[in-house]
C-alpha cells in the first residue's frame, strides 16, 4: 500500500515491470558480490601485496563495479543517477563525506562516485558471508571498540581514502525527525580532516526506504538520485570551543544542510 502523500499508480504495467526491474537488480547485485568473493578477491590477493595495495585497488574495483551496477540500473529504467559534477567526487581526498540515507542504495551511489571510498560497516553484518568475504578485507567493521575504530578511521584519511558516513546511522525515516549521531564530528575532531556533507534527494524512493514493503516502487517514475555537494566543514574552527560544544555545532553545521527542509534544532544532534 502507498504512502498517504504519494500520488496514485496509474500505468499499472510499468509499475509492475519496474518493480521487477529492482528485484533483477538486488538478484543480479548478489550473484556479482558472490563471483567477488569467489573468484575475484582470491585473484586479487595473489597479485596485490602488501595488504594496503590490495585494500587500494579492491576499493577501486569495488566502485567501477557499483558504476556499472548503476548503469545497469539506469539500461533498464529503474533508476537514474544525477550530480552537480562527477569530477568533485573523484578527485576528494582525505575527506570525511556525510549523507543523509533515503534508500538502501545510497552507499552504492556514494562509492560508484567516489574511487577511494572507505566507510564503516555496522557490526550485524559481520556474520553476513558477503561481508566476511569482502567488505571485512576492504572497509573497517564497527565491532571494533570505538578507540580502535577512531584510529582506523585516523589511518584510512591519513592513506588518502574518503570515510563515507552516514550519519543518523540507519536510513531516514519517512516521518518524523532526523537524528543524527555525533560520531563523524568526533573522527573530524580527532583527525583534522574536513567534512563534505553531500544531499541525496531527487524522486521518493519508497520501496528502498526504511520499512518500506518488498514489491513497493515509486507509483510514477523511476528512482531519480540527486546527489549534490555541499561547502566543506572544516573542523579546526571549532577548535577553542570545548570537545563536547564543538562536536554537537559540527553535527548542527552537518544536519542544516543534509535536512534544509526539516530546519536544524537542538532535536536535531543525537543527546
Known amino acids: 500500500m502507498l504512502p498517504p502523500e504519494l500520488p496514485s499508480i496509474i500505468n499499472k504495467p510499468l509499475y509492475a515491470y519496474r518493480v521487477l526491474g529492482k528485484w533483477f ?112 578485507k576492504l572497509y573497517i567493521l564497527n565491532s571494533l571498540d570505538l578507540d580502535n575504530v577512531l584510529q582506523a578511521c585516523v589511518e584510512s584519511l591519513k592513506e588518502g581514502n574518503c570515510l563515507i558516513i552516514f550519519p543518523e546511522g540507519t536510513r531516514t525515516p519517512r516521518y518524523g525527525k532526523a537524528i543524527l549521531k555525533k560520531g563523524a564530528a568526533r573522527i573530524a575532531l580527532y583527525s583534522g580532516c574536513n567534512i563534505v556533507p553531500v544531499h541525496i534527494g531527487g524522486t521518493d524512493k519508497f520501496g528502498l526506504g526504511k520499512k518500506d514493503p518488498w514489491p513497493g516502487f515509486n507509483p510514477r517514475e523511476r528512482y531519480v538520485y540527486g546527489i549534490s555537494m555541499g561547502l566543506e566543514i572544516n573542523p579546526t574552527q571549532y577548535r577553542d570551543l570545548p570537545a563536547p560544544k564543538a562536536v554537537r555545532a559540527i553535527t548542527r553545521e552537518m544536519a542544516a544542510f543534509l535536512f534544509p527542509a526539516k530546519g536544524v534544532s537542538a532535536e536535531s544532534v543525537e543527546k
Open 25 to 136: 537488480s538486488f538478484f543480479f547485485f548478489g550473484l556479482s558480490s558472490l563471483v567477488l568473493v569467489i573468484i575475484v578477491f582470491p585473484v586479487m590477493c595473489i597479485f596485490f601485496h602488501p595488504k594496503e595495495k590490495f585494500k587500494k585497488y579492491g576499493r577501486k574495483f569495488v566502485s567501477a563495479s557499483f558504476r556499472f551496477f548503476v548503469s545497469l540500473m539506469h539500461f533498464i529504467g529503474v533508476v537514474n543517477l544525477e550530480t552537480d559534477n562527477r569530477e568533485n567526487y573523484r578527485n576528494l581526498s582525505s575527506k570525511i563525506v556525510v549523507a543523509n540515507h533515503p534508500s538502501l542504495l545510497d552507499v552504492v551511489m556514494l562509492i560508484s562516485l567516489i574511487p577511494n571510498a572507505d566507510c564503516i560497516v555496522n557490526t550485524y553484518l559481520k556474520r553476513n558471508f558477503i561481508v566476511k568475504g569482502v567488505v571485512r
